[in-house]
Structure formats: structure tokens, C-alpha cells
């Protein structure tokens, strides 16, 4: 059985999707905000895509899971933050909903993908 490559995951390319939208939100928040919000956002967002792709490069199941764990993790914190940015009016409710759409489509996608790691045995 050939292993997909990581760009061919369809987590993967969701997260990197994600990603690109954090930065936009990012670049449109006012400069004296994205030091301490901003970043945060971005740093949990672009999170999500770097530990899927640092477990994806790990061998055992146990550790790739680690790293997808974390995945998930950061994506709960980017959605605290960007609950944070539209509740502080940085940003508008349609950026907010499509945003969060997405989060919670990742998510969806994430769990899917933790699953399938799991040991041969496990199921």
C-alpha cells in the first residue's frame, strides 16, 4: 500500500486553506492589536497545518497521534481566538462565521484523520 503525500491530504490542504485565511484576517486587524491577538491567532492557526505535517512524518501510530492531537488542540485555541477578535469588534460577523465554518469543518476532517492512524488492532 503507497502512502499519500502530505500536500494530497485533504486535512492537510485544509489547514494550509486555513491558514491563508488567518493571515488575511491578520493583515486587516489594526496594527496595535496583532501583537497580542493577532499573533496569537495566526500562531495557533498555522499551527494546526505544522503538527499534522510533523506527525504525518512520523512513524509509529502512537507518535504520529501525538502530533494530531496538537493539531486539534491548536485548532480549539484559534477558535477561542477568533471568538475573541469578533466579541472585541477587530473583526466583522461574516469574516467570523465563514471562519469558524472552516474551523469546524477542519475539525470534522481531524477527527476523521486521528481515526484512521489508530493501531491495525485497535478497531
Known amino acids: ?10 486535512i492537510y490542504q485544509s489547514a494550509l486553506e486555513l491558514s491563508e485565511k488567518a493571515w488575511k484576517i491578520y493583515m486587516h486587524i ?15 492557526v498555522d499551527s494546526i497545518g505544522a503538527n499534522i ?11 504520529k497521534a501525538k502530533f494530531y492531537y496538537n493539531a486539534r488542540g491548536s485548532l480549539w485555541e484559534a477558535k477561542h481566538w477568533l471568538l475573541l477578535l ?9 469574516v467570523f462565521k465563514s471562519t469558524l465554518g ?6 470534522k476532517l481531524l477527527n476523521a484523520f486521528i481515526a484512521s492512524t489508530g493501531a491495525p488492532n485497535d478497531q
Open 102 to 107: 472552516r474551523l469546524n469543518v477542519a475539525g
Open 86 to 94: 469578533r466579541k472585541r469588534n477587530l473583526i466583522e460577523e461574516s
Open 30 to 44: 489594526p496594527k496595535e492589536y496583532r501583537y497580542e491577538m493577532g499573533s496569537q491567532f495566526l500562531r495557533s
Open 53 to 63: 505535517a510533523e506527525g504525518y512524518g512520523r512513524f509509529h501510530y502512537k507518535d
Open 1 to 10: 500500500m503507497t502512502q499519500k503525500s502530505l500536500g494530497n491530504l485533504q
